[in-house]
């Protein structure tokens, strides 16, 4: 027999006997100290009239008293029986196999349910793993995506913008300018003499030259300013909400300093300046602008470098073309 099955009948048996021990206890064992204490104790101090009327009552009363506690000793063994019964019934039914089997299916079950849980717990964690790892991939994507930015838009010498953010910004600048008739300004800057440094002294003083100038610009200009190298030894610098006027004070300032400061190869640096202005100058339109610039940068070396022009429309027709400037 199977080990609940024998845990049932084992049970019932035990309630069984106790039920009989119970009964014991509480209707022969009295009944018998009952029956003793009236005949040894009390009969004998009655006097012999009512002796004699016990000694008939007596008996009847016990045989009475005997009857109900029997009635009452049938009614326990009876229900001690239908439980021993019921237990082995239960030991021996095919029902309670089958609530065996259920619950060994729902054991299975259960355990299933729990090792997909846990299945789900790992596929999980491999899930959120793998989005960190995307998140951090997409993060180095992006600090990728803006250094190869930044590199697209400086110049590998002087690490000022390049020409190509220089006219990124101007278009953006002049469409304000459209808009909002907001001034601004181009300062066109050309070393003089640069060619005799990179000849003489080779192209290493002459990319140490151009870094000089680099860092002078950005010392002594503001920070909405947009500098450049626009090629070569000629530099760009986009004035942000500057007049004319302001422009040349710029571009005079930076002249001084260039003229005046010691560069490492011990020669005297100088440069030459063209300054032209929207709306003053020009129609707001960015060729215009950087052309009026050049053409002013071109009468600035025409009469003699080292200077400071300003955009001025001109006249003659036989004028020598920007692209003939002299240096």
Known sequence: MPKDK???AFTGQRVRRKILLALAL????????????????????????????LIAGLPVLI?????????????IWDVATAVAKTAEFISTSKRFEEI??????????????SRMLTTIEAQSAEINSFAARLDSAYKELESTNSRLKEFSFKDEVTGLYNRRFFSVRLEEEVSRCRRFNHPVSVVLLDLDGYKVINDELGHTAGDETLREVANILLKHSR???VICRYGGDEFAVLLVETSKSGARLYADRIRQVLATH?????????????????????????????????????????????RVEGYEPSSDPNATAPHERVY
């Open 26 to 53: 509480c209707s022969a064992v009295p009944l018998l100290i009952l029956t003793y204490v009236l005949y040894a104790q009390v009969v004998p101090l009655l006097d012999p009239a009512s002796h004699r009327l």
């Open 100 to 113: 065996n089997g259920r619950r060994d299916e729902i054991g299975l079950l259960m355990g299933s349910f």
């Open 223 to 225: 920070g909405i300013n």
């Open 6 to 8: 024998a845990d049932v």
């Open 262 to 306: 010691p560069f490492p190869h011990g020669r005297p640096v100088t440069a030459s300046f063209g300054v032209a202005s929207l709306p003053e100058d020009v129609n707001p339109a960015t060729e215009d602008l950087i052309r009026a610039a050049d053409e002013a940068l071109y009468a600035a070396k025409r009469a003699g470098r080292n």
């Open 63 to 75: 045989i009475f008293v005997s009857l109900l506690m029997a009635a009452g000793g049938y009614v």
